[in-house]
């Protein structure tokens, strides 16, 4: 672990807007100021202008435990059964919601699955890192609540359209999973099926 200092001027793209990561509210930076900081880490260099697109294609675990501190766990969905999965993913949940960091990813191409599937026909973006939100129970059915970090391009194979509530320090929030913003909830089987690992950081 070292210190990693950068300043707020951040890059941005040729219409203006931050490169990669990005708040939802106007004008809220920190999120590009972290990941110019995480660039910085990744490529070694000294300067205040890191190359933000040396970000991608990385392990999405690791960079997790460079911003908290902690120690790393990875979980392949090939070798467990969802039951399995569902147990190890609300195991770091508490009231419906991640108490532990924890981030999954998907196969490079829906043909690398073990049973091939068609990602563009689910909406769902391959090679790519999505943030574990907590879980959620409607009909009968399991749910993992993610993000994608792009805030759009949200799942619609085993989706559920509802509003589903997590507890957040003192309060349930509610989260419309029919807004587009990049989170949603897929169901377990249809998460081993897409999904090709997870990993959480303690």
């Known amino acids: 672990d070292r210190e990693i200092e950068v300043s707020e001027s951040v890059p941005k793209s040729a219409s203006g807007g931050f490169i990669y990561a990005r708040s939802s509210e106007t004008d809220e930076a920190w999120p590009a100021i972290y990941e110019k900081a995480f660039a910085k880490l990744k490529t070694g260099t000294s300067t205040d202008h890191p190359d933000i697109t040396a970000t991608g294609w990385g392990d ?3 960079a997790t ?9 990875y ?3 090939a070798s467990r059964t969802a039951d399995q999965l569902w147990n190890l993913l609300r195991s770091n949940c508490l009231s419906y919601r991640t108490i532990r960091p924890m981030t999954a990813w998907t196969y490079g191409s829906g043909a690398d699955a073990p049973e091939p599937v068609d990602y563009n026909n689910a909406n769902v973006v391959g090679s790519h890192c999505y943030t ?3 879980w959620a129970y409607r009909n009968c059915k399991r749910y993992i609540l993610l993000r994608n970090p792009w805030g759009s391009t949200e799942v619609t194979a085993g989706s559920l359209d509802a509003t589903v509530h997590a507890y957040d320090v ?3 929030r509610p989260i419309a999973l029919k807004d587009i913003d990049g989170t949603f909830a897929m169901e377990i089987g249809t998460f081993k099926k897409y999904f090709a690992g997870f990993g959480v950081v303690s």
């Open 60 to 62: 999405c675990v690791w």
């Open 65 to 73: 435990a460079q911003l908290t501190g902690g120690s790393r766990a």
């Open 75 to 77: 979980y392949d969905t």
């Open 132 to 134: 574990v939100l907590g």
């Open 170 to 172: 003192s309060w349930w």
